[in-house]
């Protein structure tokens, strides 16, 4: 089992930038690799990024690339996504997540989310 709590999330202006932490418990988090979906009000949950277990791989939704940037730190068991060039169509719920397949949008584990809200 792997446990999953994310952090960071808050109200920002457009533009501005958020940086989340999702600290993870349990197995060695370099077992898996850890991502970042969202769901936005009325909508369904999106991916948004993924790292591969040793950090060498990632992959992003198009509508992030050159704004996100997802990374790790396996000795703190900790995923990162710095997000920058916030748009207020980023505004919904972040949930972290661990999986054993990069390619994966079903990830086995998730987090319980973190609101980013981002103003016009």
């Known amino acids: 089992q792997v446990q999953l709590v994310e952090s960071g999330g808050g109200l920002v202006q457009a533009g501005g930038s958020l940086r989340l932490s999702c600290a993870a418990s349990?197995?060695?988090?370099?077992?898996?690799?850890m991502g970042w979906f969202r769901q936005a009000p009325g909508k369904g949950r999106e991916f948004v990024a993924v790292?591969?277990?040793?950090?060498?791989?990632?992959r992003y939704a198009d509508l992030v690339k050159g704004r996100f940037t997802i990374s790790r730190d396996n000795v703190k068991n900790t995923a990162y996504l710095q997000m920058n060039s916030l748009k207020p169509e980023d505004t919904a719920i972040y949930y972290c997540?661990?999986?054993?397949?990069?390619?994966?949008?079903?990830?086995?584990?998730w987090g319980p989310g973190t609101q980013v809200t981002v103003s016009s």
């Open positions: 349990g197995r060695p988090s370099s077992n898996y690799a």
């Open positions: 790292i591969s277990g040793g950090g060498i791989s990632t």
């Open positions: 997540s661990a999986g054993t397949n990069y390619f994966s949008n079903n990830p086995n584990y």
